[in-house]
């Protein structure tokens, strides 16, 4: 669900890798216009449309060697991205748009949605051979309202932080708030 710390999650999961000291990109995959999202991802080439800036730009995939990409929201990746995306797992390579050349990559995905993916394939709506190549370990993180205690224990943690960095001197919740 919206709110559960997902890209918190993956921040968490990078850092505790190999790649911690590599980039670590977080892409909000709804929130980049479908005419924009494959050169956010992927890149161009210089002049490859209209409007494209005249050096060309890196996409995130390229920012991202070496490192985690965090892809939140997948499931609005158009079908015909998905494709793009799924040559990417096989290959490993970048291809930017208006070029003919291929750039190798190494970079971990990690996705996330808060919709049921299995019914998406299911309805033609996302691909199932992406499906699976995304959903090597899956994990599944509990709204806040499934978490038990975890609140009240955040909410501590919180008021404690910014008591220490606005000097100020809150007790902590009421039993009510809690």
Known sequence: ?????????????????????????????GAIPETLIESELFGYEKGSFTGALSKGKHGKFYMADKGTIFLDEVETMP????????????????????????????????????????????????????????????????PLRERGNDPIVLADYFIKKFNNKFNKNILGLSDEAK
């Not at 890209?7 to 000291?21: K, T």
């Not at 990690?110 to 959903?135: C, Q, S």
């Open 79 to 142: 079908l015909y991205l998905q494709q793009k995306l799924l040559r990417f797992i096989e290959r490993k390579e970048i291809e930017r748009i208006g070029s003919t050349e291929c750039i190798p990559i190494d970079v971990r995905i990690i996705a996330a949605t808060n919709v049921n993916l299995n019914e998406m394939v299911k309805r033609k709506e996302f691909r199932e051979d992406l499906f699976h190549r995304l959903n090597v370990v899956g994990l599944f993180v509990p």
């Open 1 to 29: 669900e919206t709110g559960t710390g997902k890209e918190l999650f993956a921040r968490a999961i990078h850092n505790e890798s190999s790649r911690a000291a590599e980039p670590f990109i977080a892409i909000n995959c």
